[in-house]
């Protein structure tokens, strides 16, 4: 009797697709799906994972609501989405809901892409205090992120305080100098809206703790304030005074000349257009928060169900001066000269930072999973992880644009196909598309399609066609699954 052993077909091939996860289903995610889809002789099924409902990350809950354009890249997005090789799982936890062995069982190969999840803290006595925010906290509540409903943010004060000078600061900025009118054309968040709406905040205040010359924002980005009805911007002409470092540092770098070009119109304006404006934003270089300092006249000093009693009243700020150090970099070193800011909000937007995932190697440190191009890497030995990959700010930390990820994605992409031919494959049984899904069935996991994100998104589209805006959008979980088996059930 003759015996024949069954043949086993390489991954990638189109008796045996190339299965392959991704957990993040924003900008990096994306385009990481595009750039498989692109790769020349290769058969591949592409898992996407997301812990909301919504696809997209960023895209729907970073960028600011009167940035409209700037979501129209998720039609790239939704093009690849669309593509018969690819799913989306939504409203899946990685974690919780599919394990990292569970993970790793069923695919040829896993990619993290889950960006930057938290903030970086300032690290100074106080932080902690109620009304002392993370830009995360308040980007993602006015742009209708569903773990940030309910946050709260104080807004019936005059003063508020934002640490950093990069994009973000200028977005949350922008979003609590405009007004009411021009933010209701947009689909910022129903609940921020309704709160904004009732602001009395004044004065805003943007703390940067280096010179204008190294200010992180983008030039359009830095003029769009000075473009706001109602609102002047107050530079002081002192602060554009440059030292030698900084004037040498000016010669080769064009965004920076152009901010600083900008801020000096600022500077130069007449000052009773900061008398008569409605609201005001004022920048203060060469400024380090050092300490939040307690409203006295709020709360009784004692904490309650884990939260600070006392709330923030002012901001004691230390002057800075600028020291190169032989890298040639501008270090700010304190002088010790200090006064104390009034502000009953202070939001720091200093920098986004990704969280460990469950199994998964992490940098604590950098706030990175370590990798080489995308491969991830064991840390004790700096070896290659065979089949999991990183793309994004998990992989780079959060540094750059949307489009920055095409590339970065690009890269991480070309590392998984020059892996496949040494890569172990995984069981053919569980590699079958429907495994995942009785894995998932199996543990009563309601996950969301990408079909099913199309109802939601005309949903939206519709409420906000029926108030002259772009998009109404369902900000909690329990709302779109309850619209989802709702519409199912018609």
């Given at each position: 009797m003759a015996y024949f052993a069954a043949v086993t077909y390489p991954p990638g091939s189109p008796e045996r697709p190339l299965r392959v996860a991704i957990v993040g289903a924003g900008p990096s995610g994306y385009y990481t799906v595009a750039s498989l889809l692109k790769a020349e002789d290769l058969t591949v099924s592409i898992d996407v994972f997301d812990r909301q409902p919504a696809p997209f990350g960023l895209v729907r809950y970073g960028v600011a609501p009167d940035h409209q354009k700037i979501k129209l890249v998720a039609r790239v997005f939704e093009k690849a989405a669309r593509d018969d090789r690819v799913r989306f799982f939504g409203h899946v936890t990685f974690g919780e809901d599919l394990s990292h062995a569970e993970l790793t069982a069923c695919y040829d190969q896993v990619v993290y892409a889950v960006g930057g999840q938290t903030d970086r803290k300032l690290g100074i006595p106080g932080e902690d205090l109620a009304g002392s925010l993370s830009s995360t906290q308040f980007v993602y509540w006015y742009s209708g992120h569903p773990d940030f409903m309910g946050l709260d943010v104080e807004l019936d004060c005059e003063t508020v305080a934002v640490v950093g000078i990069?994009?973000?600061?200028?977005?949350?900025?922008?979003?609590?100098?405009?007004?009411?009118?021009?933010?209701?054309?947009?689909?910022?968040?129903?609940?921020?809206?309704?709160?904004?709406?009732?602001?009395?905040?004044?004065?805003?205040?943007?703390?940067?703790?280096?010179?204008?010359?190294?200010?992180?924002?983008?030039?359009?980005?830095?003029?769009?304030?000075?473009?706001?009805?109602?609102?002047?911007?107050?530079?002081?002409?002192?602060?554009?005074?440059?030292?030698?470092?900084?004037?040498?540092?000016?010669?080769?770098?064009?965004?920076?000349?152009?901010?600083?070009?900008?801020?000096?119109?600022?500077?130069?304006?007449?000052?009773?257009?900061?008398?008569?404006?409605?609201?005001?934003?004022?920048?203060?270089?060469?400024?380090?928060?050092?300490?939040?300092?307690?409203?006295?006249?709020?709360?009784?000093?004692?904490?309650?169900?884990?939260?600070?009693?006392?709330?923030?009243?002012?901001?004691?700020?230390?002057?800075?001066?600028?020291?190169?150090?032989?890298?040639?970099?501008?270090?700010?070193?304190?002088?010790?000269?200090?006064?104390?800011?009034?502000?009953?909000?202070?939001?720091?937007?200093?920098?986004?930072?990704?969280?460990?995932?469950?199994?998964?190697?992490?940098?604590?440190r950098w706030g990175v999973i370590p990798n080489q191009g995308g491969r991830v890497t064991d840390p004790e030995t700096g070896e290659p992880i065979p089949g999991e990959y990183a793309v994004g700010w998990v992989k780079r930390g959060p540094s750059g644009l949307i489009g920055s990820n095409k590339p970065d994605a690009q890269e991480t992409v070309d590392a998984m196909l020059e892996d496949l031919p040494s890569l172990p494959p995984v069981d053919d049984e569980k590699a079958r598309p429907e495994a995942v899904e009785e894995l998932l069935a199996g543990k009563g996991v309601r996950w969301v399609r990408f079909e099913e994100w199309e109802r939601l998104d005309r949903l939206e589209l519709e409420r906000g066609k029926a108030q002259g805006r772009p998009r109404v959008k369902i900000c909690h979980v329990e709302e779109m699954l309850a619209a989802l088996d709702a519409r199912s059930d018609a």
């Open positions: 990069g994009n973000v600061a200028m977005d949350v900025t922008r979003i609590l100098a405009r007004s009411v009118d021009d933010l209701a054309t947009t689909d910022i968040a129903d609940e921020a809206l309704e709160r904004l709406r009732h602001s009395r905040v004044r004065d805003i205040h943007i703390l940067a703790r280096r010179g204008p010359v190294q200010a992180a924002c983008t030039p359009p980005e830095l003029k769009e304030l000075g473009e706001i009805e109602g609102v002047a911007v107050v530079v002081d002409p002192a602060d554009l005074d440059l030292d030698e470092a900084s004037a040498r540092a000016l010669e080769d770098d064009r965004p920076a000349t152009k901010n600083l070009e900008i801020l000096q119109g600022y500077a130069g304006q007449p000052p009773e257009m900061a008398e008569t404006a409605d609201r005001r934003i004022h920048f203060h270089f060469l400024t380090s928060p050092v300490e939040l300092l307690a409203d006295e006249s709020s709360g009784d000093g004692e904490a309650g169900d884990g939260e600070a009693a006392d709330r923030v009243g002012a901001v004691r700020l230390e002057r800075n001066r600028l020291e190169p150090r032989e890298s040639g970099y501008l270090a700010a070193v304190g002088t010790g000269e200090r006064r104390d800011l009034p502000a009953t909000l202070v939001i720091r937007a200093v920098g986004y930072r990704s969280v460990p995932l469950p199994g998964v190697p992490f940098h604590e």
